[in-house]
């Protein structure tokens, strides 16, 4: 358990959809940051989120967006789904801004169909 | 334009034996290098770093060095183990200002140590 935590593990959804995962950060870590890994694709960055604040912006979409809650846990918002979103999602947590290795949650699969 | 690049997809070894694993970068502004594995159904994990003011990182069995001048990174494991299988993926730093960095992964390379 790597201490970050993404629900929910599986989801399938039909085209035009809207779903949100969501991302519980490891204990005391104020940066989230969501990635993409679609097949054969490495993991594509799509947005930093630090102490509630946007902080970077990667490859997302304009159907997609993201907050980080007071909280800390941050939530994808994914809208409009078309069948090349399907991939898997990731949330990683680190400390600070400065990106020296961050800690990945397990992932969540979303199948559009 | 992709700016970390892991040019073999897979890569088989023989237990004991080394494995090297290498990854290409163009963006000579990174200034920090990490390698992270990743078993099926599970997120990537940390494994080990490198500053660009530096040619080489060990710990344990795994070294990674890297030459700038080439722009070139590699993780050596030595010797392999079985449970080292899985798809290893190299991460650049790159900076976006105020303090905020982002990592650029390259596509993995997928280890396979035969036993």
């Known amino acids: 358990d790597s201490g970050v935590t993404q629900t929910p593990k599986h989801l399938i959804t039909a085209t035009g959809q809207r779903v949100t995962l969501r991302c519980s950060p490891r204990?005391?870590?104020?940066?989230v940051y969501w990635y993409q890994q679609s097949l054969d694709q490495g993991l594509q960055f799509l947005i930093q989120?630090?102490?509630?604040?946007?902080?970077a912006k990667g490859n997302i979409l304009e159907r997609f967006s993201a907050q980080q809650f007071p909280d800390l846990h941050s939530e994808l918002n994914l809208s409009s789904l078309e069948l090349g979103d399907s991939a898997l999602y990731f949330c990683?947590?680190?400390?600070?801004?400065?990106?020296?290795?961050?800690?990945f949650g397990s992932g969540t699969r979303l199948t559009v169909v | 334009d992709q700016q970390v690049k892991q040019n073999s997809p897979s890569l088989s070894v023989q237990e004991g034996r080394i494995s090297i694993l290498n990854c290409d970068y163009t963006n000579s502004m990174f200034d920090y290098f990490l390698w992270y594995k990743k078993y099926p159904a599970e997120g990537p994990t940390f494994l080990i770093s490198?500053?660009?003011?530096?040619d080489k990182n060990e710990d344990g069995r795994f070294t990674v060095f890297l030459n700038k001048s080439a722009k070139h990174l590699s993780l050596h494991i030595v010797p392999s183990q079985p449970g080292d299988s899985a798809v290893y993926f190299c991460a650049a730093r790159g900076s976006l200002g105020a303090g905020s960095y982002q990592l650029t992964f390259g596509k993995g390379t997928k280890l396979s140590v035969i036993p």
């Open positions: 989120y630090y102490n509630g604040e946007e902080r």
């Open positions: 490198i500053s660009s003011i530096k």
């Open positions: 204990s005391g870590d104020l940066s």
């Open positions: 990683a947590s680190s400390v600070g801004q400065g990106a020296r290795g961050y800690t």
